[in-house]
């Protein structure tokens, strides 16, 4: 059995400010056991992304899903391009999140319906994070087949997908890959804040 | 003083599986003091925001903020709809997130800019609800209006807005809102997972 190099994130980050130790603990690696999820892992993940809040709590998020070794798995593993199948191959899970464009009860357009699939995901990445699960999203996949072969009607959009799994040796990762398996720095937080109106920062 | 009648999330809200807490103890509270946050409280939020993953590291979202008693404050207000003013009002800081619709380095469209906004917002949102802050979401406000005031370029989508603040007696707020000062609940976790194709559900 290979050794794997812990990563500490200690090493890599520094929070300015003193929040929650979980936003900083969370980040997105790409190697992955193969292993498959329990069934209890893969139920904690979504119920983490229950709870997020959504506008008139519209709940507009829905997670397709294939599970390794299952037929849909192909049908998924093909939307992905190239450099994403190269370490999506050792997921446990691949989900498509589609968002209802519409609100349900009057069939007006939902303008927060992409932005609410966000914090979703986020409460599910914070999850799975604390449990020691690779979860780590993507917009490297082929949106219009996914609408297509997952036959997602008009009024959803396709949002974006991730992979989740078990932990794997980064060693077994494509080399290009292999020296980006830490976590990544973030920009200054006055740069992402602007009082008034807007100005490039 | 009046007393607050303490909410207990256990009272509404129960996990069907063994999730982090800080999933479930946040919702969207309305009523709040009208005091300011201090100088650390303000930037413990997009502290958190700012490690929230985004497609390449992209970092996409810009806050852009008014502090109450501040001559950014009834701009920003001014752009809510009705119900959402009756509440707001008591805030401490009000937010429009904005988005980078494009890659920085190539110029070609970004998918998930909203999505990835929703991501940011979602780890603010906890923050704030584990340091006893309000901090509710919104799209009931003017989205044009917000471009055309705030100088918005065209490449920035309007994502959403936020109020946060000080917790509030909920009997100050309008009688239509009181009763609805709870924690929400939400569908079972298998209406939002579909293993395979899009079924409605």
């Known amino acids: 059995m290979k050794t794997e190099k812990k990563i500490r994130i200690e090493d890599y980050r520094r929070a300015d400010y003193p929040i929650e130790p979980l936003f900083l603990e969370r980040w997105s690696p790409r190697a992955m056991s193969g292993e498959d999820l329990t069934e209890q892992d893969f139920f904690m993940l979504f119920e983490a992304a229950r709870w997020a809040p959504s506008t008139y709590n519209e709940q507009e998020w829905l997670f397709l899903y294939a599970r390794r070794d299952t037929p849909s798995w192909?049908?998924?593993?093909?939307?992905?391009?190239?450099?994403?199948?190269?370490?999506?191959?050792?997921?446990?899970?691949?989900?498509?999140?589609?968002?209802?464009?519409?609100?349900?009860?009057?069939?007006?357009?939902?303008?927060?319906?992409?932005?609410?699939?966000?914090?979703?995901?986020?409460?599910?990445?914070?999850?799975?994070?604390?449990?020691?699960?690779v979860v780590h999203g993507m917009q490297g996949f082929d949106?219009?087949?996914?609408?297509v072969v997952l036959k997602v009607p008009d009024d959803y959009a396709v949002a974006a997908m991730f992979a989740a799994g078990r932990p794997g040796d980064p060693s077994d990762l494509?080399?290009?890959?292999?020296?980006?398996e830490v976590p990544t720095g973030r920009k200054p937080v006055?740069?992402?804040i602007c009082e008034g109106a807007f100005r490039k920062k």
Chains 1, 2 share one sequence.
Not at 97 to 115: C, R
Not at 174 to 180: D, Y
Request: glycine residues 6%.
């Open 74 to 133: 192909p049908v998924f593993f093909d939307l992905l391009v190239e450099g994403n199948r190269a370490w999506c191959k050792n997921a446990a899970l691949l989900v498509v999140i589609v968002a209802h464009k519409v609100f349900n009860k009057t069939g007006q357009p939902n303008p927060v319906h992409l932005f609410d699939c966000g914090n979703a995901f986020e409460n599910l990445a914070l999850q799975g994070s604390s449990m020691g699960l």
């Open 143 to 147: 949106y219009e087949k996914a609408r």
């Open 174 to 180: 494509p080399e290009n890959l292999r020296s980006r």
């Open 190 to 192: 006055r740069d992402i």
